[in-house]
C-alpha cells in the first residue's frame, strides 16, 4: 500500500462548480498534512496546512480525520486558474523529522 | 528575487556524463532536499540534509551524490548519468522549528534530459 493515495483525476468541472478531492495516508501515527498545487512544469507550491480541526481559506477547505487516515480539499466556485495538480503531503511520525510524503496528485481542470 | 533557485534550468546530456545541479536559497533555512519528479510516480526524495554536516539518503539516492557547501548551497550531482535519470529535478528548502506544520519551499526545478 502506498504511504500517500490519491484519486489522480483527472477531474473536469465548469467554472462555479465545488470539487472534492480525497486522499488516504497509510501511518497512523502522521504528525502534520498539507496541500500543495502544482501547475503545469513548475514546482509545488504549498496550498494550506491542514488543520486537526479542519481549516478554510477562503473558497479552500481542508478537513482531517484521523480515525480513518483521511484527508480532503474542498474548492467552492471553482475558477479557471484552479486548474492545477493538487498533492497531498503527509509528514509521517517515526521518520526523520521534517521529511515529507507525497502522494501522486490529482488533477483539475475547470472549464468556461 | 527568488528564494530558492536552481541552476540549469534546463540541461540535455550525454549518457555516462557527469552532471552537477545546484542550489541556492535566501530563506536562512538549515534544512535543504532534492527531489526528482516522474509522471505518474510523483515526487520522490533523493537526498537531504538538516545542516552543513548532515547528510542524508532518501528513498533513491542510487546513481546520485550530494555536497552541502553552506547553509545556503547544497548541490546533486550524476557521477555517470543514465537515461532513466530522465526527469525533473526539484530543490526544497524547510525550517528546522519542531512546530507542527513543517512545510517545505521549492526552487523552479531542473528538466534533465540523458540521451
Known amino acids: 500500500r502506498k504511504e500517500v493515495e490519491q484519486d489522480p483525476g483527472p477531474f473536469n468541472v465548469p467554472e462555479g462548480a465545488t470539487v472534492a478531492f480525497n486522499c488516504t495516508y497509510s501511518?497512523?501515527?502522521?504528525?502534520?498534512f498539507f496541500w500543495y498545487r502544482q501547475d503545469c512544469r513548475k514546482e509545488p507550491k504549498l496550498l494550506m496546512s491542514?488543520?486537526?480541526s479542519g481549516n478554510e481559506d477562503g473558497r479552500f477547505t481542508a478537513q482531517l480525520n484521523r480515525a480513518s487516515q483521511y484527508i480532503s480539499l474542498l474548492i467552492r466556485d471553482s475558477k479557471l486558474s484552479d486548474s492545477a495538480t493538487y498533492l497531498c503531503?503527509?509528514?509521517?511520525?517515526?521518520?526523520?523529522?521534517?521529511?515529507?510524503?507525497f502522494g501522486q496528485g490529482t488533477i483539475l481542470t475547470v472549464h468556461p | 528575487d527568488a528564494d530558492v533557485t536552481q541552476t540549469p534550468r534546463n540541461r540535455i546530456t550525454k549518457t555516462g556524463k557527469r552532471i552537477m545541479l545546484e542550489c541556492s536559497q535566501t530563506?536562512?533555512?538549515?534544512?535543504m532536499y532534492w527531489y526528482r519528479q516522474d509522471p505518474g510516480l510523483g515526487l520522490r526524495l533523493i537526498y537531504y540534509?538538516?545542516?552543513?554536516?548532515?547528510?542524508n539518503k532518501g528513498e533513491i539516492s542510487d546513481g546520485y551524490s550530494v555536497s552541502r557547501q553552506a547553509q545556503a548551497k547544497f548541490s546533486l550531482s550524476l557521477e555517470s548519468a543514465i537515461p532513466n535519470q530522465t526527469a525533473l529535478y526539484f530543490c526544497?528548502?524547510?525550517?528546522?522549528?519542531?512546530?507542527?506544520?513543517?512545510?517545505?519551499?521549492f526552487g523552479p526545478g531542473t528538466r534533465l534530459t540523458v540521451l
Open positions: 491542514v488543520y486537526s
Open positions: 526544497a528548502t524547510g525550517g528546522s522549528g519542531r512546530g507542527e506544520f513543517n512545510e517545505q519551499f
Open positions: 503531503v503527509v509528514n509521517p511520525r517515526g521518520t526523520s523529522y521534517g521529511k515529507l510524503t
Open positions: 540534509s538538516f545542516d552543513v554536516k548532515d547528510i
Open positions: 530563506k536562512g533555512h538549515d534544512r
Open positions: 501511518n497512523s501515527a502522521s504528525q502534520s
